[in-house]
């Protein structure tokens, strides 16, 4: 049997029953379930405000476009980021008029404190910090330099979902985080995410531009008791942005044993560093113990991955990368260079399989195959 990296797990039956209750009631978009999950995320995380979003990618768009009105940024205006992400973490910033200028990583595979600290000019207006694979890093020095020099700060938070810095969910000392319910996700729903401000000046906005800038939503206008219910005013020129019924019943039954789930993620881990802990070859992604992390992903370092990949891939295990530095992408290229750490990681990253179908053998073959071809 192949071992992937990543098989996500659906509680069929309980996904069906949930989505039948909307199709049943004939109500599969905005409102309705939407409003559910909302609620209990916020519950599962103890964070404020959450809307529902058809995806992370456009929450981060959001959070931008949402901070550079209010704060009243200028075009150009700069903004800190790592360029070891998927590339909607940068995409974002552009999207939003912004530019991306790129910091470097620390061995958590996170932005580095004292990288940014070099960064910051007069017009850097914002950091995005992205949780890898669900751990913290240095995030905390980063909320303190962004305290200390009035930057906003912006989570990606896309692998973060039920991870805990010193027993509390991340999310709620940033300006705005966002989560990813994407498909292989620690929460998989098929696309969808979470935006999240800890003030509902914040949360009140998203859900306006997240419906093309329209001031009531239509679940709440159907249930409303009003003789006005068509009558809304369109406040922004705002975008199709929002969560649907169908992707929320879906979460609301992963949400249960997103818990379950991560626990699992991380007794894998355990399993792989205890196999590979004595490997010369093989280098671990550190691990912090005052945080819970999602365990979305577990990353070695080996310096021969392309070569270990294919060998890997001859006894039907097929690992991942997460990421290519993404100032070797033709977009990003004129920032080629500035980051050597990442670029450095960028050659020497590889994700070990990791989801709830792979048991300890799957881990004990896996871990033996790395030790036998890391060079
Ligand atoms: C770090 C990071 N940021 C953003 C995203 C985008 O998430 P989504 O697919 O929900 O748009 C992903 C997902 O692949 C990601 O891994």
Redesign the pocket.
């Known amino acids: 049997m192949p071992i992937q990296l990543f098989v996500p797990s659906f509680r069929v039956d309980e996904c069906l029953a949930e989505i039948r209750i909307c199709l049943e009631k004939g109500w599969t978009g905005l409102g309705y379930k939407t409003v559910e999950f909302e609620s209990a995320w916020k519950q599962y995380t103890g964070l404020p405000h959450a809307h529902f979003l058809s ?4 929450g ?1 768009h959001l959070a931008l476009e949402i901070l550079k009105q209010r704060d009243g940024w200028e075009s150009g205006d700069e903004v800190i980021t790592t360029p070891l ?2 590339v ?2 940068n995409h974002a910033i552009l999207h939003a008029g912004l530019t991306p200028v790129f910091s470097d990583v620390d061995e958590y595979l996170c932005l580095d404190p004292a990288s940014v600290l070099r960064r910051i000019t007069p017009r850097t207006r914002a950091v995005i910090f ?1 949780g890898m694979g669900g751990n913290v890093g240095r995030y905390p020095e980063i909320v303190r330099i962004c305290r200390d020099k009035g930057l906003k700060l912006v989570l ?1 938070a ?2 973060m979902a039920g991870t805990r810095h010193q027993g509390v969910h991340v999310g709620g000392d940033a300006d705005v985080a966002v989560f ?3 498909a292989v ?1 620690n929460l998989p729903t098929a ?3 979470m935006i999240c401000f800890p003030d509902a000046a914040g949360d009140a906005i998203a859900r306006k531009l997240s419906w093309l800038g329209i001031n009531k939503d239509t679940y709440a206008r159907t249930i409303s008791q009003e003789a006005y219910k068509w009558m809304y005013d369109v406040e922004y020129v705002g975008y199709k942005y929002h969560g649907n019924s169908i992707m929320a019943a879906i979460g609301l039954v992963q949400l249960r044993y997103l818990e379950q789930d991560n626990n699992y993620r991380r007794q894998i881990a355990e399993w792989y560093r205890a196999a590979l802990a004595n490997s010369a070859r093989i280098r671990l992604v550190p691990k912090h113990d005052d945080c819970q992390s999602s365990t979305h992903l577990f990353q070695i370092r080996v310096a021969n991955r392309d070569q270990l990949i294919l060998a890997l891939n001859r006894h039907e295990v097929y690992p991942g990368v ?1 990421y290519r530095d993404n100032t070797e992408y033709r977009m990003y290229a004129s920032a080629h260079g500035s980051c050597p750490n990442a670029h450095a990681a960028s050659a020497e990253i590889l994700s070990l399989p990791l989801h709830m179908r792979l048991t300890r053998q799957d881990v004990k073959a896996v871990s033996e195959l790395l030790i036998r071809y890391a060079e």
């Open positions: 995806s992370n990618t456009v981060l992400t998927f909607s973490t992205v990606d896309a692998h990813s319910f994407q996700k696309d969808s995410g997460h």
